[in-house]
């Protein structure tokens, strides 16, 4: 037993390394962390070199990894932004999940997966990434702009809808109900479950907090550390609370953020729980999610299901470019415009590879499939610089890029 134990340790400081160096590896070449950390995964796992394997405990570090992760996700989402946010964010978030989800859907029910299945597919191609849009954006010193705005508005809006979808489609397949009727009974105890998060966040937890650091203060133990403490406990209680309605837990680490942002915590108290979270997720546990990520992954898919992986591919890029520059045409946005936000909308990311993770260890898609999937997730999210970089230079010569500064201005 203690060989075994050496051995897991061994493995465990294998794979922090390597996701470390490849992650930094990939952020120094422009693009996420993450990716660089599921090639290291790729390389030196099963599908490759077999120098790093999984195990039980490593499942369990990948598990709190991506609820730390989603809990550090709703930490950073203003709920209240969503109802400011403008027409243009809207129509762009609904185009954007609608379109994709719609082929996602068809393909599955053309290669003959279950239901079950070609809805996560269809999920898997409606996701989008917010943090990496945010990355672009800076570098390209974007902000500023209008694309920005409703890019950043509508990544946002579509993140919540697929994280909703998520969860109802999560307990679709506890209910084993195949029927209209039971399907949208499961998206509306979902969609009730978030708006009835939103409101104890709003009115609630504040109250409840208050509570809290006055007990603390009363009994003199109130620090970040304890207000840290508290924050981890809110937290696993909602994750446990989505298990009851039969939810992934990683719907209640994303309610749990949102609740923490609205409890009116001390500022310095927030910031030290905000960089705290952040740091055990994407220092130690995301790190060894997204390097398992990669142990999953078949290349395999490249002689035996070329044919399918291409046309996922090819739908997954249209898809999301077009449904967002479509649903853009009623808004005041140009043309062009649209289509570049379009460009933007295009990288999947985190999300969707948390949602085929959970697919595929619940059993409801293949390893191929699955692989397929992560591979469409990486390969949208690499282009995702490319394309912006090349519509905004398209855009910035025809001298039509709009500054939010302008937009207040009237006009001749």
């Not at 999953?296 to 070329?306: A, K, N, R």
């Not at 999210?381 to 939010?404: H, Q, R, S």
Request: glycine letters at 10%; a negative charge; aromatic letters at 10%.
């Amino acid at each position: 037993m203690v060989a075994t134990v050496e051995f897991d340790i061994l493995n465990l400081l294998l794979i922090l390394t390597v996701a470390w160096l490849f992650g930094n590896a990939a952020e120094n070449v422009g693009y996420p962390a993450l990716m660089g950390e599921i090639l290291a995964g790729i390389v030196f796992g099963p599908a490759v070199l077999g120098i790093l394997h999984p195990s039980d405990a490593l499942d369990i570090f990948a598990e709190l990894g991506v609820f730390l992760l989603m809990l550090y996700v709703g930490m950073e989402v203003d709920p209240h932004e969503l109802f400011e946010l403008g027409p243009q964010a809207l129509m762009v978030a609904f185009g954007g999940f609608i379109l994709p989800f719609g082929l996602g859907y068809l393909i599955g029910e053309l290669i003959g997966v279950t239901i079950e299945g070609a809805l996560f597919i269809g999920i898997a191609m409606a996701a989008t990434s917010l943090a990496t849009k945010s990355r672009i954006l800076v570098d390209l010193d974007l902000l500023e702009t209008r694309i920005a705005g409703v890019l950043l508005g509508g990544a946002l809006l579509s993140d919540v809808g697929v994280m909703v979808v998520f969860a109802g489609i999560t307990g679709f397949l506890e209910t084993g109900q195949v029927t209209l009727l039971g399907l949208s009974a499961v998206m509306l105890k979902a969609i009730a479950f978030f708006a009835a998060a939103l409101v104890i966040g709003d009115r609630a937890l504040p109250l409840v907090w208050a509570q809290l650091e006055g007990l603390m203060e009363a009994h003199g133990f109130v620090d970040k550390t304890s207000a840290f403490t508290v924050a981890l406990v809110v937290a696993f209680l909602f994750a446990f609370l989505a298990a009851l309605v039969d939810l992934h837990m990683i719907i209640g680490g994303f309610v749990a953020g949102l609740f923490l942002r609205q409890a009116k915590i001390d500022e310095e108290i927030y910031e030290h729980m905000d960089t705290v979270i952040y740091d055990l997720a994407m220092g130690f546990f995301a790190p060894i999610f997204f390097v398992a990520v990669g142990f999953d992954l078949t290349l395999d898919v490249f002689t035996q299901d070329l044919g399918l992986l291409l046309t996922i591919l090819a739908i997954a890029f249209v898809g999301k470019i077009v449904g967002s520059w479509v649903f853009a045409f009623p808004t005041k946005l140009t043309n062009k415009e649209g289509l570049v936000i379009g460009f933007g909308m295009n990288g999947r990311g985190t999300v969707e590879i948390i949602i085929v993770s959970v697919g595929l260890s619940a059993g409801i898609i293949s390893q191929e499939l699955f692989s397929i999937l992560v591979f469409m997730a990486i390969f949208t999210t690499a282009l995702v610089p490319a394309t912006m970089k090349i519509g905004i230079d398209w855009i910035e010569n025809a001298d039509e890029l709009v500054y939010m500064l302008d937009e207040q201005e009237p006009s001749d």
